[in-house]
């Protein structure tokens, strides 16, 4: 098939969906620029944020519920931020409260535009229902590991990735654990590196070094969970779609 076909099979996927397609397709590519702003004002954004105490912290989580849900900013810069600005323990639990909210709130939108609509197109596609029984009907904890999976990944898309399990009608629970074990990792590895860039002193060269290869030993160890969770996950669906 050609890619002018995909495109078209895609478009025509997408208005059967109908305002929850248009929604994932936006999300597919919308966060990069509020991502670029975020990075670009962290350095400003962090004193103002720790200046408030408390009422930053509450600010910070409550503020990605909504720039995360609507996809409007990534969760890497946002772990960037947090890595900045409060260090790793306590950066580390505000993303994670953060995305917790954010991942319900794009979900719960895909779902209000579109999950009966949605509901009604799965079921005319026996591929696509096949897909899905595969992917998310054989119960709690392998639906968790196969969410989990797919957030692994740095590349994997936050909003999109909402929306599209929204779509395929994953259940709440399952989608909620698996989405912050999925996210933990990378999220970890980005706010290490960025605590660690913030406290950088070149005036001490061994300090200097010691950070970075901190932030070199985190990204690698990341990199290598990944690539494990790919494999698995490939094993995992490959084993389930053959099966149909």
Excluded at 59 to 72: K, R, T
Excluded at 217 to 231: E, M, R
């Amino acid at each position: 098939m050609k890619v002018s076909e995909y495109i078209v099979s895609g478009y025509r996927h997408m208005r059967r969906l109908g305002p929850a397609g248009v929604l994932t397709a936006i999300a597919s590519f919308s966060p990069l620029i509020g991502g670029f702003v975020i990075l670009g004002l962290v350095q400003h954004l962090a004193p103002t944020i720790r200046a408030w105490g408390a009422m930053g912290a509450a600010m910070y989580v409550v503020a990605f519920w909504f720039l995360g849900g609507f996809a409007v900013v990534p969760t890497y810069a946002y772990s960037g931020l947090a890595g900045w600005t409060f260090g790793v323990g306590e950066g580390m639990a505000l993303a994670m409260a953060a995305f917790a909210g954010a991942a319900w709130a794009g979900y719960a939108l895909a779902d209000w535009l579109g999950g009966e609509r949605s509901a009604r197109v799965l079921a005319e596609e026996p591929k696509w229902q096949a897909v899905r029984q595969a992917l998310v009907g054989r119960g709690f904890m392998r639906t968790m590991w196969i969410v989990a999976l797919i957030r692994l990944p740095p590349t994997s898309p936050f909003s999109f990735v909402n929306y599209v399990m929204a779509i395929a009608r994953v259940p709440m629970a399952a989608y909620l654990v698996g989405t912050l074990v999925g996210l933990a990792p990378r999220t970890f590895a980005v706010i290490v590196a960025f605590a660690n860039l913030q406290q950088l002193d070149f005036e001490h060269p061994l300090q200097s070094w010691i950070r970075i290869a901190g932030i070199v030993a985190t990204l690698v160890v990341v990199f290598v969970i990944t690539k494990i969770g790919q494999n698995a996950l490939r094993e995992m669906t490959t084993g389930e779609l053959a099966g149909k």
